[in-house]
């Protein structure tokens, strides 16, 4: 089995029991803070699921109708990831104004306390084991559930916080409060994972040292080609296209020219393993080294 589907699996499992135990103590205990944990640990449930099925669809090998692959569809998950935790912070913020002004007092604290510190440190593994495999097989999805899960991981200690000032002052004004400054950091969290998965979506190109890289390889037989020039980069997924115009001495041979182009590529895959590379080549129109009879005859 494929690592990112296996570590997308265990997110989908780890989340569901999280979920399930938030949800019991947090409505034991009257806790909007903890409920509130659950709330967003069943979105990152979703959002679980959701990367699941995106690594699953972006291993798939490019068809009939998806010429260039499906590597977009892992994007397309990490943007709903990030609507999905915008949509769980409004939730939680108009929860806790809403026990602001009807509070409630909190019974058995140290069940609230006890879940969040389990949920804490199992996601805390969980993410940092996801971010593993997201950066080695450069999976967006894996790497967007691993923020979704390392936020969960700082909102519940937030939460343990928030509980402890409860059961130690007594006053349970300091749960929704908690909450509440919970949610903002989800805002903020939101943002950013939008900002990361949504931009490919578009078609941006390449960050200006992996651009740098491929150009280090088209340079390594700048001595059989007159210039380059057009170079432009995406990326789709794990994938990188990188497409280029190669002007070559116009007295070169069919053969001779492919052979470049080819071992252009290569270099380029060595610097990128996963691009793919499209390289439209142009006679010279001046006169250029291959052009001269020394040139024709080295």
Not at 148 to 171: C, E, M, P, W
Request: proline fraction near 3%; charge should be negative; include cysteine.
């Amino acid at each position: 089995m494929d690592a990112s589907v296996k570590a997308a699996r265990l997110s989908v499992i780890s989340n569901t029991v999280l979920v399930g135990g938030k949800l019991a103590i947090g409505w034991m205990i009257g806790s909007v803070s903890v409920i509130s944990e659950g709330i967003h640990s069943s979105l990152d449930l979703v959002a679980a699921m959701i990367a699941l099925f995106a690594v699953r669809a972006a291993a798939q090998p490019p068809d009939e109708r998806h010429q260039y692959g499906h590597g977009k569809m892992e994007n397309v998950s990490g943007t709903i990831e990030a609507l999905l935790i915008f949509v769980a912070a409004i939730w939680i913020i108009y929860e806790g104004v809403q026990r602001l002004l009807h509070p409630q007092p909190l019974e058995t604290v140290g069940w609230g306390i006890a879940v969040m510190a389990v949920s804490a440190i199992t996601n805390w593994f969980i993410s940092t084991y996801l971010m593993r495999v997201g950066k080695e097989t450069e999976s967006v999805a894996l790497q967007a559930d691993a923020l979704h899960l390392r936020t969960d991981v700082y909102t519940s200690v937030g939460v343990v916080v928030g509980l402890i000032a409860v059961a130690v002052t007594g006053l349970s004004w300091l749960d929704p409060v908690a909450a509440i400054a919970v949610a903002f950091f989800i805002i903020h969290a939101s943002w950013e994972l939008t900002r990361e998965s949504f931009l490919p979506l578009l078609d941006t190109r390449l960050p200006e040292e992996e651009e740098k890289l491929i150009e280090e390889g088209i340079n390594q037989y700048a001595d059989r080609f007159q210039e380059f020039h057009k170079l432009r980069t995406r990326r789709s997924g794990a994938e990188r296209h990188v497409d280029l115009h190669l002007v070559v001495c116009r007295h070169q041979t069919m053969q001779e020219a492919h052979e470049l182009a080819h071992n252009i590529e290569d270099e380029i895959q060595l610097r990128s393993p996963k691009a793919q590379v499209l390289i439209h080549q142009e006679p010279c129109e001046r006169e250029c080294f291959g052009c001269s009879d020394e040139g024709r005859h080295r």
